[in-house]
């Protein structure tokens, strides 16, 4: 609606027009995602224990206030470099097809190691993640992830039910505890 009134009141002295928006999220809330003590061991024990970048994916529930659980974390099949990481198209496809229905429908995190690099996404990470994206139902979604050795990190979260991208700074990391805290 504000584009559309900020259009009917413009004048026009070009062929072009140029619209600027604030696509921040004014929402002070940020939202969770959650990780299992275990799934979060076992990530970033992968992350230290490699001198090469690794990937992995993740079980992720939605819980009822918007929050997103992970609950493990599983290695897939994959060619490793130190600046690079791919599934291996052989194996990769037999090996998701392989995971109950229970597992594989709620594969829904996707994250891998930058090792010492920053942990921003590649051209590749990008590809990736819109060939992921294309794969989904409308009222599906997913979250990306990028960590190194220093814990540094990136994080996305499409969320497509919503039509909403969350970013890092939308979004707060932690570990669910047995008691219901976090930490």
Same mark, same amino acid.
């Given at each position: 609606? $504000? @584009? &559309?009134?900020?259009?009917?009141?413009?004048?026009?002295?070009?062929? !072009?027009?140029?619209?600027?928006?604030?696509? &921040?999220?004014?929402? !002070? %809330?940020?939202? =969770?995602?959650?990780?299992?003590? $275990?799934?979060?061991?076992? /990530?970033?024990?992968?992350?230290?224990?490699?001198? &090469? $970048?690794?990937?992995?994916?993740?079980?992720?529930?939605?819980?009822? %206030?918007?929050?997103?659980?992970?609950?493990?974390? +599983? *290695?897939?099949? =994959?060619?490793?470099?130190?600046?690079?990481?791919?599934?291996?198209?052989?194996?990769?496809?037999?090996?998701? *097809? =392989?995971?109950?229905?229970?597992?594989? %429908?709620?594969?829904?995190?996707?994250?891998?190691?930058?090792?010492?690099?920053?942990?921003?996404?590649?051209?590749?990470?990008?590809? #990736?993640?819109?060939?992921?994206?294309?794969?989904?139902?409308?009222?599906? @979604?997913?979250?990306? @992830?990028? /960590?190194?050795? !220093?814990?540094?990190?990136?994080?996305?979260?499409?969320?497509?039910?919503?039509?909403?991208?969350?970013?890092?700074?939308?979004?707060?990391?932690?570990?669910? #505890?047995?008691?219901?805290?976090? +930490?």
């Amino acid at each position: 609606i $504000e @584009f &559309k009134n900020n259009l009917l009141g413009m004048r026009f002295d070009s062929e !072009k027009i140029t619209y600027t928006a604030n696509t &921040k999220l004014e929402n !002070k %809330n940020k939202v =969770q995602v959650l990780f299992r003590p $275990e799934a979060y061991c076992k /990530m970033t024990t992968l992350i230290k224990s490699c001198d &090469k $970048e690794i990937a992995w994916h993740g079980i992720v529930d939605r819980l009822e %206030n918007g929050a997103y659980l992970i609950s493990d974390i +599983m *290695m897939y099949p =994959q060619e490793i470099t130190g600046a690079t990481v791919t599934s291996n198209d052989e194996k990769y496809p037999m090996w998701l *097809m =392989q995971q109950p229905d229970e597992i594989f %429908n709620r594969i829904r995190f996707q994250g891998h190691s930058h090792v010492n690099f920053g942990a921003t996404p590649s051209g590749v990470d990008t590809t #990736l993640y819109n060939n992921m994206l294309q794969t989904l139902s409308e009222d599906d @979604f997913y979250i990306f @992830f990028i /960590m190194n050795k !220093k814990a540094e990190y990136w994080i996305q979260i499409y969320n497509l039910a919503e039509n909403t991208v969350y970013e890092k700074d939308d979004i707060e990391l932690a570990i669910l #505890l047995q008691s219901g805290e976090t +930490m």
